[in-house]
């Protein structure tokens, strides 16, 4: 299990941004906007690490690192890799926007995200453990993308994402389906 990504909810996901490329070098990944059956919006920034993913193995590679670019062939895998990082906000009155209201107006850490090699048994075994409920019955899928989430952990606060993926570590309609799905949260 490696950690893939920890999903901030915030105030101005500019300004957050910003702090995470000016202090581990993050670059914004992919940005785009969710619209819900009300027609209030959550707007999202998906920020990517300087390393890359090791084309054989799936796993990281060091290429640029505080913005120091490395040559080639020195590029060794990574196994321990950072995790890409989700960042979202919403006006007042939004699903996001309310849940940053709810906590201070600051916001914070709504989940963080493991990848395993097999999400559905993954999601058996906390199950038949009993160290987690989850917000749905079976895995969410989209191309090259499987996730599920839990319910806020008793034993830790946190909404736990099982994800396994060959690309993105998201894609719209499942970050809607689960903003909706967290609405009472
Ligand atoms: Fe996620």
Redesign the pocket.
Known sequence: MRL??I?YRVKDRYKTTKFFEDTLGYTIGTEFQIEFDDESKANCLALVPPEVRHPQTNHWTHKVLMGVQREEESIKPEYHAPPEI?ISSGPVGSIVGDWVAARGGIGGIH?I?YQCDNVADTMKEWKEAGYAEFLSDEPMTCPGLT?V?TKPSELTGVIY?L?SRKDK??CVDN?KQ?MNSTKEL
Do not use: C
């Open positions: 893939d990504h999903a989700f989940h995200a996730q989430f994402e994800i570590g998201f970050v689960l």
